[in-house]
């Protein structure tokens, strides 16, 4: 596609239960990276997939927060048993290769009531 | 890790003025880049530049690696300028590390 794809774009979760998070990559992009940005501060690394391995998952915050990309393109993040600090925007990025240019998604806003 | 300073964190302008935003960072990166995060959210990319120095309209952005520091200019600014600038640097791993950004409200 022409741009990174984030579904859904807003999400209304109770506490503890299970969400999804879609990521659709730019087409080629070969890097897939997570990030949490709550309000009033800048993004925070999650995790990073090159193709379909995941490399790297130090961000993500607990055994609760799981992130695939199965095939290579499409990436789901999925938190599970939500609490009300899981609240935040979670914003999904590309990149063609390592030392390139990232682009961005719209963001999913989750909140947790 | 490597840490990523922004300043100033707050900016207001009148419609016109022109303005410098300054990146600091601790290590040497292999990437950098600086983003407008618009009011609905949306991360715009502004410069890809690791080093040296860009333009693209009213904004302009020098990267002076040996001395760790990003400068971005904006000149004659407009109030669809407001929003929230991000610079992000990583060191060729996987992390992509953002400062706290600069909040910029342009004022009609």
């Known amino acids: 596609g022409a741009g990174v794809s984030q579904s859904p774009r807003y999400k209304v979760a109770k506490r503890g239960q299970d969400v999804a998070l879609r990521c659709d990559p730019i087409s080629g992009h070969v890097s897939l990276f997570w990030y949490q940005q709550a309000l009033g501060q800048g993004p925070e690394f999650l995790t990073y997939?090159?193709?379909?391995?995941?490399?790297?998952k130090s961000g993500l915050p607990s055994d609760r927060f799981f992130a695939e990309r199965p095939e290579g393109s499409v990436s789901t993040l999925k938190i599970q048993r939500t609490q009300q600090e899981d609240s935040a925007v979670y914003l999904c990025?590309?990149?063609?290769?390592?030392?390139?240019?990232?682009?961005f998604g719209q963001g999913t806003r989750l909140t947790v009531v | 890790g490597i840490q990523v300073e922004q300043s100033p964190p707050d900016l207001i302008l009148q419609e016109g003025a022109n303005s410098t935003l300054r990146c600091n960072f601790s290590?040497?990166?292999?990437?950098l880049q600086w983003f407008h995060q618009n009011p609905w959210g949306q991360l715009i990319n502004l410069f890809y530049i690791p080093s040296g120095t860009k333009q693209n309209g009213r904004l302009s952005a020098t990267t002076v690696a040996t001395e760790r520091y990003s400068l971005l200019y904006i000149s004659s600014s407009q109030t669809t300028d407001s929003g929230v600038y991000f610079c992000a640097v990583d060191t060729g791993g996987f992390k992509t590390i953002f400062g706290a950004g600069t909040r910029l409200f342009v004022k009609a």
């Open positions: 290590d040497s990166v292999n990437n």
């Open positions: 990025a590309s990149r063609r290769g390592v030392n390139t240019e990232a682009f």
């Open positions: 997939f090159q193709n379909e391995a995941q490399l790297d």
